[in-house]
């Protein structure tokens, strides 16, 4: 089993930037793995924002992210970032990191860290 720890949320302007962090443990490699973020509004169903395959790195967003977020990962630090740029007051969700096998239910989650954009 995977654990995954969230960290970067918080309180930021329209139009600003926040970079959040997802750091796993419990696994010695992610090879045949991929790892996503997620949110969550009030009253919203969770939603995808964006995947990487963690070992050829292959990335894949939604279409509302249109090259406002950027994900990234470090291997030796087995942390996955997602850059979110330009936030609008429509991006206040809590954010999830997921992992789990390519083509399969995403097996692990981490707890979420809370995103808000004021206008």
């Known amino acids: 089993q995977v654990q995954l720890v969230e960290s970067g949320g918080g309180l930021v302007q329209a139009g600003g930037s926040l970079r959040l962090s997802c750091t796993a443990s419990?696994?010695?490699?992610?090879?045949?793995?991929?790892m996503g973020w997620f949110r969550q509004a009030p009253g919203k169903e969770r939603e995808f924002v964006g995947s990487i395959l963690w070992t050829v790195g292959s990335i894949i967003y939604a279409d509302f992210v249109k090259g406002r977020f950027t994900i990234s990962r470090d291997n030796a630090k087995k942390t996955m970032y997602l850059q979110m740029n330009n936030l609008k007051p429509e991006d206040t969700a809590i954010y999830y990191c997921?992992?789990?096998?390519?083509?399969?239910?995403?097996?692990?989650w981490g707890q979420g860290t809370q995103v808000t954009v004021s206008s």
């Open positions: 419990g696994r010695t490699t992610f090879s045949n793995s991929r």
């Open positions: 997921a992992s789990g096998p390519p083509g399969s239910s995403w097996a692990d």
